[in-house]
């Protein structure tokens, strides 16, 4: 009887995974935007190049496993270019959902261009599978449909920066602070982030300068004078690529040294700013440490190594810089592979349980996934590092915080 | 700060100035609005890269290089382009499309040939000829780095642009009045059809002056990567919008006009970053829609648009 019973269990899975087999749909859509051009366009390509990648690598071995229908099916991409314009990724996100019925929704990369994501997908129940949009008011507890992959969520960026400039900045000196960021979601909220860390320290640390400038700023000569006047013992600017090259080289350009200064994007795009603003003007300057440099032990998906010499094979003629975003588009991909693995439908509530469900177990090139619980990017580390040129006038990028991660000694004042 | 947001208004300025300069060219002899303007000075930008990448020409004679090849890429252009538009019925209206269209057709280029990230040329570059000329006129070494100026420091690039900006608007000034070809241009300005029923070759007038239009523009892209942080193949359509508030300030169809137009949203913008600095990319379409509203006609409205 038993014996029967075993039978009938194995015979009625497989005509299940058979009958599965058979209504599984020819083709995976996955819907998302680029930025061939305009002010996000370099810190999209990159996501955008890593993403194909994966679906590239994916669709030669016969597709990804999708368990819902225990079987690989083949990813079909179907991009749009927003060219940097919100009302045009607005226009085109919608276009994926209802015109495309795609089956899977991705956001463009940044704060900016997955801003006008976040409400479309909700509307249209569609779990948003944000790239690098780490605006902290994209994940509240009454959205179920968006959650975070490769970049972390932009209020916890700064807390190693902070943490250093509020438990060591007092003892090397350092209590004035001057702040000047873009205002958007990306940046204002690592602005407002640091604020809070600041005053929640009771460090004797202050801002001095506290300012926000429209993100297609392109000048800070004025500005930098401004800061000057204040007599700050750190400089922070927060910025995307464009306008930290901008600030970089105006700081070079107007003889200023200030004697800490931190920008983003020289730890994340490091061969787009090391081209632009040069390794002169970049010795000393303090960023975040990304996967780029901090060697993780992946368990999943290609090593940093493996990556980086699979995306400078595909992409030698390009024009697109490898860096932390490039990493970060391959991420994603890892991500949606693990969830179709473990989801046991194409429904989005259904995707967004797989995903869920990897929160802290999967490890990839790019550190720890795990989520919050309102599909917030936690797992990942950004560490304060300080680039440093050696004698052959090669940067290298110093950890110096947390103490537990550093692999050098801080260079403070700036020489 | 009031004084240095003072003086760094009025070196920026003087780059709007150059940037603007040749659209209000080609709007006061030909009006027509090119909309590709801010294009051909990403264009200009480019060369000098180029120029700077593979042959390590510094910025210095850049300009004159991109200035000369410009106006000789204008004429053959303009003779391709603006005779038909102008035998339509309203050349004006047109040429906002065709030059949006020229305008996207440059980008999408660019973008195939150079890719979509920033590009620059070291900042010390104009620093450098900055010192190599002041060298000559003092007699000794004299040390690259920001200039100063009645006690406050600016990047040399600032200086540099300054110069070859006040440089420029005396070329056109001249250009304009003291050449045979400058009086012919002015009689176009002034009325296109009696220049024509005077015998005016007024094809040849406007060619030239739609070649030194862009040749303006490519001259002040050299300067972009020093005074826009860096350069890509997108930042066309904010530069004509700005040039074009600017051109509007001052007086369209007035190039003079522009020195004005250029100063005032110069020392507006930086007095806009000193004191709200997160309204201050506001400004260019707050005085656009100010002047159209109080002085449609520029701040020094008909006078030189009907030279």
Do not use: C
Request: hydrophobic fraction near 50%; avoid cysteine.
């Amino acid at each position: 009887m038993i014996r029967l019973s075993v039978f009938a269990a194995l015979l009625a899975s497989i005509t299940t995974a058979g009958a599965r087999a058979a209504d599984a749909p020819a083709e995976i859509k996955l819907g998302t935007l680029y930025a061939s051009s305009g002010r996000y366009a370099s810190i999209s390509m990159p996501v955008h190049d890593g993403l194909k990648l994966w679906i590239d690598q994916k669709n030669a071995e016969g597709g990804v496993y999708v368990k819902a229908f225990d079987k690989k099916i083949p990813i079909k991409l179907v991009a749009y270019d927003d060219q940097s314009s919100t009302a045009t990724a607005a226009t085109l996100y919608n276009q994926l959902i209802t015109q495309d019925k795609v089956d899977i929704l991705v956001a463009d990369s940044g704060s900016v261009l997955t801003s006008v994501a976040v409400p479309i997908a909700r509307d249209h129940k569609m779990f948003l599978i944000d790239q690098t949009g780490t605006g902290a008011n994209f994940f509240t507890a009454d959205n179920p449909y968006v959650a975070l992959m490769a970049d972390p969520i932009s209020s916890i960026w700064p807390k190693p920066l902070a943490d250093f400039l509020t438990h060591d900045g007092p003892g090397l000196g350092i209590k004035r602070i001057a702040m000047l960021y873009a205002t958007n979601d990306f940046t204002g909220t690592q602005a407002t982030a640091v604020r809070k860390f600041i005053k929640e320290s009771n460090s004797g640390v202050e801002l001095v300068f506290d300012e926000g400038v429209p993100t297609e700023t392109s000048n800070y000569t004025v500005l930098l004078n401004n800061i000057r006047a204040s007599n700050p013992d750190a400089v922070l600017h927060l910025g995307y690529a464009s306008n930290d090259i901008a600030f970089l080289r105006n700081v070079q350009d107007s003889g200023i040294k200030f004697k800490f200064l931190f920008s983003i994007y020289p730890g994340i795009e490091t061969e787009l700013l090391e081209k632009n603003v040069g390794n002169k003007a970049l010795n000393y300057v303090f960023t975040y440490v990304t996967s780029m440099d901090i060697a993780y032990k992946n368990e999943f998906g290609m090593s940093l190594k493996e990556y980086s010499d699979a995306w400078h094979k595909k992409y030698a003629d390009s024009h697109v810089e490898f860096g932390f975003n490039s990493i970060a588009g391959y991420t994603t991909g890892l991500v949606l592979e693990k969830g179709l693995a473990t989801a046991d439908s194409l429904e989005q509530l259904e995707l967004r349980k797989a995903i869920f469900s990897l929160s802290g177990k999967l490890k990839t090139l790019d550190g720890t996934f795990e989520l919050d619980a309102n599909g917030g990017q936690i797992g990942e580390l950004t560490p304060l590092g300080q680039f440093i040129a050696g004698e052959d006038d090669h940067l290298k990028l110093v950890t110096v915080w947390p103490h537990e991660l550093a692999n050098g000694k801080l260079v403070y004042p700036r020489p | 700060m009031f004084t240095y947001s003072l003086m760094a208004g009025v070196l920026f300025g003087l780059y709007f100035t150059l940037i603007g300069l040749g659209l209000n060219l080609v709007f006061g002899v030909m009006r027509i609005v090119n909309l590709a303007h801010g294009d051909f000075l990403m264009l200009g930008a480019f060369l000098a890269f180029w120029l700077f990448t593979l042959f390590a020409v510094n910025p210095v004679p850049a300009v004159a290089i991109a200035f000369v090849a410009f106006v000789i890429v204008g004429l053959p252009l303009y003779y391709l382009l603006v005779p038909r538009l102008l035998r339509a019925k309203d050349p004006e209206m047109l040429s906002f499309i065709l030059f949006f269209g020229l305008s996207q057709v440059i980008e999408a280029v660019t973008t195939i040939a150079f890719g979509t990230s920033e590009r620059s040329i070291p900042g010390d570059q104009l620093g450098r000829a900055i010192a190599a000329v002041a060298g000559v006129f003092v007699g000794h070494k004299v040390e690259t780095g920001p200039v100063e100026l009645l006690g406050q420091t600016f990047p040399a690039a600032w200086v540099a642009s300054g110069i070859v900006s006040g440089f420029a608007v005396l070329l056109v000034y001249l250009y304009l009045y003291r050449t045979r070809l400058g009086y012919l241009t002015r009689a176009v300005m002034d009325n296109r059809d009696e220049a024509i029923a005077t015998g005016i070759d007024v094809h040849r007038i406007s060619a030239v002056a739609f070649g030194i239009g862009l040749g303006l523009a490519a001259a002040a892209g050299v300067f972009a990567p020093f005074m826009l942080g860096s350069i890509t193949p997108a930042m066309g359509a904010e530069v004509t919008v700005t040039s074009f508030a600017v051109i509007v300030i001052g007086s369209l169809g007035n190039p003079l006009g522009t020195v004005l137009g250029g100063v005032i949203y110069g020392i507006s913008y930086m007095f806009m970053q000193s004191y709200y600095s997160s309204w201050a990319n506001l400004l260019p379409y707050v005085l656009l829609i100010a002047i159209l509203l109080v002085r449609p006609s520029g701040l020094l409205g008909r006078r030189v648009r009907r030279a």
